[in-house]
């Protein structure tokens, strides 16, 4: 076994013991990096020198006896989250020359402990898409088959962990960002209930629905970078003030009584009968564990895509209007006055997704408009919540699919953006809803391609979640299988 | 032809709150300092940055909503206005747009046509723009200092119907916005804006004319001069069988005159949208109670206070409130001294006058309430003549020391006891035997002359009834 091959809480234990060195796991990354990034495509920005620095300063650390666990651990962050001094693109041409001069909270509290940062991920541009293929810097191919997309928008987050390119990312998730690309790549991703994980030094796409969250190899890994980055900041009003719980402490708590709600809206003709079956295993599983599988509606599920694609495009109409040449990033100037300026830097800057969620989302909120458009969809938000804390009542976790499909190719939905759209429909509602989900790695198609099982959780229910995931996790082997890269 | 017309005014003013913190960050809110030394990512608006409320202006918004009778809600939003332009870092303001913190008050204002309650729509919170900062060589530059400053902005309904009206209005707000001391009401930087809604529509007429607003008025002269302006022109156009167009006007200071900014087909439609990084923002009852309780006393109730507790006119009660530190200069000398006429006198005048010579405020007075207090006090107790004690006055200006100090330094103790002045006295009319003769003879008023006289010789320190009497009595021959 490889270094590269570890997980946070195998490598915390060599390292504590000194059986290695942050300097010398951090080496082993950077060279896997080089040797295989030109296949997959997941960095936008290596930290060579930077990382080897900080492994060192881990050392010392470790040496001392002041080791946090994630101390010398190398991790690697969309380039969504602002790091200081660090070039942070957000994928996009308008800030491929920002440096930003601080840092965002999550990536203010990896540092604290320690942890190395190998560089920065690629994404669809402003976390916009579901393939990873609207990015500035080309798309990102997946570790299964490099013809397939990784899943997006957190598509070089995950496809960095199953090509072992670092230990553990954190990816955003709007609509299904984390946990899409998770289940593409067969690597576990969560994304938090909203609240939970400050969006301060996030770059925003939909405010209302952005979270952070950990992709891993596996479910211990998943809690303890949660764990990390977890708690309320006092620059994020929309975060919320309640204790942090020690989710490694409930993860064996297992399953026995366990009420696992199957949404009946979830399990609907045009789902792939590889991505159904592993599916229905998995609750086979744990029934066989102790759970208790029970049918739930959420009857709004249908509303939900046209929804989110109202209010998330209308929140980044306005998010992004701040890319404007004027302080920083990208400006063309031709010297025809001010509006002339915008209009160039932004037509040269943003790529054609971000254009069209920018015009979709100007117009939802335009006067006129805007009661029909913006408003009916926040009401249609309140209902696809009660959904969920109607069947919350009922059940302590929700189990559906992921995705309808295992990874798709690269090119094959780019030409039909409502087709792309509706890879996350089955991940869009749980951002609406503000609650907790989670991808766990539950099988393979025929192609051999990774499929991803969704646990929902009630708000702040993520101890739940990761219990429930660990408990499946031991009982199979799907996280063990590794990319042939 | 103007007296075919009323005039319709609403006002929107725009008061920057004196917070030393900025409304969404920490950045400081000092005036003047090098261009974007006061920001930080969440003022430069930089990607990531999140706004976080500043709850003392929230206190100062509930503070003026309460001190104009408005209605404070117990839940508002703030709202993104998205605009672009060079001086709004984030491409939109932060304000609040459907759910203000405050709605529904008044102000009763007094003209010459008498009195008259204005409504107040609403009040609310939102953050300024940076400003540009134009260089021809070097081109336009922007600085961010003063972005994201809070602002409150007052809007009323379209009560007044003149421009007297529309300054009795402003005045009476700006008072009010100084008084609690949520605004420091400096118009030359912008501390107190006024935007003004102006229409006309023939008497008797029910629905309003189409209204103009005029913007960038910064001084109560300037308001009269925009309205008046304002008027003719829409009153010509409709004499002249026109239609008023909505629009906005900018008045231009130097002409006294407004001119088209855009109409309102040009108008921007702002997109307002409730801010996504800001959660609701509640206010409890007993935050309401705890800002009524510290509201401080406004000028109408100190008015009354000062004519009934210290007894004195209305005119004299009415000057002394119009500023607060004013009036706490004066409260604070009526109570340490009592009589409140006597006080008024001396901060009305002499106080004053004194101020204005060295162009300085109330708050930088050098003598304070009790040095002026134990002045007056030993005018009281004949120590120092009502004359003596401007001399004194200024010397505690000057020098700072106190009354008795100067008093004593100087020796400016009055002589009541005239006798150690006779021999001056009797040589003064032994001087002037024809002025003396002349007063024998039935000239009264020459008595002033030898009083005069005796008060040059004396440097001023005789009392005068006793002089005036003992004066009397050697004339007369006694
Ligand atoms: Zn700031």
Same mark, same amino acid.
């Given at each position: 076994?490889?270094?590269?091959?570890?997980?946070?809480?195998?490598?915390?234990?060599?390292?504590?013991?000194?059986?290695?060195?942050?300097?010398?796991?951090?080496?082993?990354?950077?060279?896997?990096?080089?040797?295989?990034?030109?296949?997959?495509?997941?960095?936008?920005?290596?930290?060579?020198?930077?990382?080897?620095?900080?492994?060192?300063?881990?050392?010392?650390?470790?040496?001392?006896?002041?080791?946090?666990?994630?101390?010398?651990?190398?991790?690697?962050?969309?380039?969504?989250?602002?790091?200081?001094?660090?070039?942070?693109?957000?994928?996009?041409?308008?800030?491929?020359?920002?440096?930003?001069?601080?840092?965002?909270?999550?990536?203010?509290?990896?540092?604290?402990?320690?942890?190395?940062?190998?560089?920065?991920?690629?994404?669809?541009?402003?976390?916009?898409?579901?393939?990873?293929?609207?990015?500035?810097?080309?798309?990102?191919?997946?570790?299964?088959?490099?013809?397939?997309?990784?899943?997006?928008?957190?598509?070089?987050?995950?496809?960095?962990?199953?090509?072992?390119?670092?230990?553990?990312?954190?990816?955003?998730?709007?609509?299904?960002?984390?946990?899409?690309?998770?289940?593409?790549?067969?690597?576990?991703?969560?994304?938090?209930?909203?609240?939970?994980?400050?969006?301060?030094?996030?770059?925003?796409?939909?405010?209302? $629905?952005?979270?952070?969250?950990?992709?891993?190899?596996?479910?211990?890994?998943?809690?303890?970078?949660?764990?990390?980055?977890?708690?309320?900041?006092?620059?994020?009003?929309?975060?919320?003030?309640?204790?942090?719980?020690?989710?490694?402490?409930?993860?064996?708590?297992?399953?026995?009584?366990?009420?696992?709600?199957?949404?009946?809206?979830?399990?609907?003709?045009?789902?792939?009968?590889?991505?159904?079956?592993?599916?229905?295993?998995?609750?086979?599983?744990?029934?066989?564990?102790?759970?208790?599988?029970?049918?739930?509606?959420?009857?709004?599920?249908?509303?939900?895509?046209?929804?989110?694609?109202?209010?998330?495009?209308?929140?980044?109409?306005?998010?992004?209007?701040?890319?404007?040449?004027?302080?920083?990033?990208?400006?063309?100037?031709?010297?025809?006055?001010?509006?002339?300026?915008?209009?160039?830097?932004?037509?040269?800057?943003?790529?054609?997704?971000?254009?069209?969620?920018?015009?979709?989302?100007?117009?939802?909120?335009?006067?006129?408009?805007?009661?029909?458009?913006?408003?009916?969809?926040?009401?249609?938000?309140?209902?696809?919540?009660?959904?969920?804390?109607?069947?919350?009542?009922?059940?302590?976790?929700?189990?559906?699919?992921?995705?309808?499909?295992?990874?798709?190719?690269?090119?094959?939905?780019?030409?039909?953006? $409502?087709?792309?759209? $509706?890879?996350?429909?089955?991940?869009?509602?749980?951002?609406?809803?503000?609650?907790?989900?989670?991808?766990?790695?539950?099988?393979?198609?025929?192609?051999?391609?990774?499929?991803?099982?969704?646990?929902?959780?009630?708000?702040?229910?993520?101890?739940?979640?990761?219990?429930?995931?660990?408990?499946?996790?031991?009982?199979?082997?799907?996280?063990?299988?590794?990319?042939?890269? | 032809?103007?007296?075919?017309?009323?005039?319709?005014?609403?006002?929107?003013?725009?008061?920057?709150?004196?917070?030393?913190?900025?409304?969404?960050?920490?950045?400081?809110?000092?005036?003047?300092?090098?261009?974007?030394?006061?920001? /930080?990512?969440? /003022?430069?608006?930089? *990607?990531?940055?999140?706004?976080?409320?500043?709850?003392?202006?929230?206190?100062?918004?509930?503070?003026?909503?309460?001190?104009?009778?408005?209605?404070?809600?117990?839940?508002?939003?703030?709202?993104?206005?998205?605009?672009?332009?060079?001086?709004?870092?984030?491409?939109?303001?932060?304000?609040?747009?459907?759910?203000?913190?405050?709605?529904?008050?008044?102000?009763?204002?007094?003209?010459?046509?008498?009195?008259?309650?204005?409504?107040?729509?609403?009040?609310?919170?939102?953050?300024?723009?940076?400003?540009?900062?134009?260089?021809?060589?070097?081109?336009?530059?922007?600085?961010?200092?003063?972005?994201?400053?809070?602002?409150?902005?007052?809007?009323?309904? *379209?009560?007044?119907?003149?421009?007297?009206?529309?300054?009795?209005?402003?005045?009476?707000?700006?008072?009010?916005?100084?008084?609690?001391?949520?605004?420091?009401?400096?118009?030359?930087?912008?501390?107190?804006?006024?935007?003004?809604?102006?229409?006309?529509?023939?008497?008797?007429?029910?629905?309003?004319?189409?209204?103009?607003?005029?913007?960038?008025?910064?001084?109560?002269?300037?308001?009269?001069?925009?309205?008046?302006?304002?008027?003719?022109?829409?009153?010509?156009?409709?004499?002249?069988?026109?239609?008023?167009?909505?629009?906005?006007?900018?008045?231009?200071?130097?002409?006294?005159?407004?001119?088209?900014?855009?109409?309102?087909?040009?108008?921007?439609?702002?997109?307002?949208? *409730?801010?996504?990084?800001?959660?609701?923002?509640?206010?409890?009852?007993?935050?309401?109670?705890?800002?009524?309780?510290?509201?401080?006393?406004? *000028?109408?109730?100190?008015?009354?206070?000062?004519?009934?507790?210290?007894?004195?006119?209305?005119?004299?009660? =009415?000057?002394?409130?119009?500023?607060?530190?004013?009036?706490?200069?004066?409260?604070?000398?009526?109570?340490?001294?009592?009589?409140?006429?006597?006080?008024?006198?001396?901060?009305?005048?002499?106080?004053?006058?004194?101020?204005?010579?060295?162009?300085?405020?109330?708050?930088? /007075?050098?003598?304070?309430?009790?040095?002026?207090?134990?002045?007056?006090?030993?005018?009281?107790?004949?120590?120092?003549?009502?004359?003596?004690?401007?001399?004194?006055?200024?010397?505690?200006?000057?020098?700072?020391?106190?009354?008795?100090?100067?008093? =004593? =330094?100087?020796?400016?103790?009055?002589?009541?006891?005239?006798?150690?002045?006779?021999?001056?006295?009797?040589?003064?009319?032994?001087?002037?035997?024809?002025?003396?003769?002349?007063?024998?003879?039935?000239?009264?008023?020459?008595?002033?002359?030898?009083?005069?006289?005796?008060?040059?010789?004396?440097?001023?320190?005789?009392?005068?009834?006793?002089?005036?009497?003992?004066?009397?009595?050697?004339?007369?021959?006694?």
């Amino acid at each position: 076994m490889q270094l590269t091959d570890l997980t946070i809480h195998q490598l915390h234990d060599l390292l504590r013991e000194g059986k290695t060195s942050a300097q010398e796991v951090t080496r082993a990354f950077l060279d896997r990096i080089a040797a295989t990034d030109e296949r997959v495509n997941a960095f936008i920005t290596v930290c060579q020198q930077e990382s080897l620095q900080q492994a060192a300063a881990a050392d010392a650390r470790l040496k001392a006896g002041d080791g946090a666990p994630l101390t010398g651990i190398p991790l690697a962050l969309k380039d969504i989250f602002i790091t200081e001094g660090l070039r942070t693109t957000c994928a996009s041409q308008i800030l491929n020359n920002f440096v930003p001069p601080y840092n965002g909270t999550a990536v203010a509290k990896l540092k604290e402990q320690g942890a190395v940062i190998l560089g920065k991920l690629n994404m669809d541009e402003f976390a916009m898409g579901s393939s990873n293929e609207n990015s500035a810097f080309g798309p990102v191919r997946n570790p299964w088959n490099g013809d397939c997309v990784p899943g997006g928008s957190s598509g070089g987050s995950a496809a960095c962990v199953a090509a072992r390119q670092a230990v553990a990312t954190l990816g955003t998730d709007t609509g299904g960002s984390i946990r899409q690309p998770a289940a593409h790549c067969g690597v576990v991703g969560l994304k938090p209930t909203y609240g939970l994980v400050s969006r301060y030094g996030v770059i925003a796409y939909a405010s209302s $629905l952005d979270q952070v969250g950990p992709i891993t190899r596996d479910v211990e890994d998943c809690a303890i970078l949660l764990g990390a980055v977890a708690g309320y900041d006092p620059a994020d009003s929309t975060s919320v003030d309640q204790p942090v719980p020690d989710y490694r402490a409930t993860l064996k708590d297992g399953v026995k009584g366990l009420k696992v709600g199957l949404p009946k809206e979830y399990f609907i003709e045009g789902l792939d009968p590889a991505v159904k079956q592993a599916v229905e295993k998995a609750v086979d599983t744990l029934r066989g564990l102790g759970a208790e599988p029970v049918e739930v509606s959420l009857p709004h599920t249908d509303y939900a895509v046209a929804c989110y694609y109202l209010i998330a495009t209308a929140e980044a109409s306005s998010n992004l209007a701040r890319y404007d040449g004027v302080r920083y990033g990208q400006r063309v100037d031709q010297d025809r006055g001010l509006i002339d300026m915008y209009m160039q830097s932004r037509a040269a800057g943003f790529g054609p997704e971000v254009k069209r969620r920018i015009m979709l989302g100007t117009y939802a909120l335009s006067s006129g408009y805007y009661d029909a458009y913006y408003l009916k969809a926040q009401k249609v938000r309140t209902l696809i919540r009660q959904d969920f804390l109607d069947a919350f009542n009922q059940v302590d976790v929700i189990l559906t699919p992921v995705a309808p499909t295992p990874a798709f190719r690269i090119g094959e939905k780019t030409a039909d953006p $409502l087709q792309m759209y $509706l890879s996350d429909i089955f991940t869009i509602p749980v951002n609406l809803a503000g609650t907790c989900g989670m991808s766990l790695p539950c099988g393979f198609s025929q192609e051999g391609l990774p499929i991803g099982l969704q646990l929902i959780g009630r708000p702040f229910g993520e101890e739940t979640l990761l219990r429930t995931a660990y408990a499946f996790e031991q009982a199979s082997d799907w996280h063990r299988q590794q990319a042939p890269l | 032809m103007l007296s075919k017309y009323e005039v319709v005014i609403g006002l929107e003013v725009h008061a920057q709150l004196t917070t030393d913190t900025k409304i969404f960050c920490n950045c400081s809110t000092t005036f003047g300092n090098e261009p974007n030394s006061q920001t /930080c990512p969440v /003022c430069l608006g930089l *990607p990531g940055a999140l706004p976080v409320l500043n709850k003392k202006v929230v206190d100062y918004a509930i503070r003026t909503g309460l001190a104009t009778e408005c209605t404070i809600a117990p839940r508002s939003i703030f709202a993104r206005k998205n605009y672009f332009y060079p001086d709004l870092p984030k491409g939109y303001q932060i304000s609040q747009f459907e759910l203000p913190i405050c709605e529904h008050g008044r102000l009763d204002i007094e003209t010459a046509e008498g009195s008259k309650t204005i409504g107040i729509t609403r009040i609310h919170m939102e953050e300024d723009a940076g400003k540009l900062l134009h260089d021809s060589s070097e081109g336009s530059r922007v600085d961010l200092n003063r972005a994201c400053t809070p602002l409150m902005e007052i809007v009323s309904e *379209p009560d007044m119907r003149s421009a007297d009206q529309a300054i009795a209005y402003l005045k009476k707000l700006h008072q009010i916005v100084v008084y609690l001391g949520v605004c420091d009401g400096n118009l030359e930087e912008g501390s107190f804006r006024c935007d003004a809604n102006v229409s006309i529509r023939p008497w008797g007429q029910k629905e309003f004319g189409t209204r103009a607003e005029l913007k960038n008025i910064n001084s109560f002269r300037f308001i009269k001069q925009a309205i008046d302006y304002e008027v003719q022109r829409q009153a010509d156009i409709l004499e002249e069988g026109g239609r008023v167009i909505q629009e906005t006007r900018l008045f231009d200071t130097a002409s006294g005159t407004t001119r088209s900014m855009r109409s309102k087909e040009e108008a921007n439609d702002y997109r307002y949208f *409730p801010d996504p990084d800001l959660v609701p923002l509640l206010v409890s009852e007993e935050w309401i109670e705890q800002a009524r309780l510290e509201l401080p006393e406004l *000028p109408a109730a100190k008015i009354e206070r000062f004519i009934k507790e210290y007894d004195i006119p209305r005119y004299d009660a =009415e000057v002394l409130a119009a500023e607060r530190a004013n009036a706490d200069y004066y409260d604070a000398l009526v109570k340490l001294h009592g009589n409140g006429k006597l006080c008024s006198n001396w901060v009305m005048g002499e106080v004053q006058r004194a101020l204005k010579d060295s162009d300085l405020a109330i708050g930088d /007075c050098p003598v304070t309430p009790q040095m002026l207090a134990g002045m007056l006090g030993r005018i009281d107790d004949n120590t120092i003549s009502g004359k003596i004690a401007k001399k004194v006055f200024d010397a505690m200006w000057q020098s700072g020391k106190d009354a008795d100090t100067i008093i =004593e =330094e100087q020796e400016l103790k009055q002589v009541t006891d005239l006798s150690a002045i006779e021999p001056a006295i009797d040589e003064i009319l032994a001087a002037n035997p024809g002025q003396v003769a002349e007063y024998r003879g039935g000239k009264d008023k020459l008595l002033g002359f030898f009083v005069g006289q005796v008060m040059k010789a004396t440097k001023g320190k005789a009392n005068p009834a006793a002089l005036n009497e003992l004066l009397k009595k050697k004339l007369a021959g006694e």
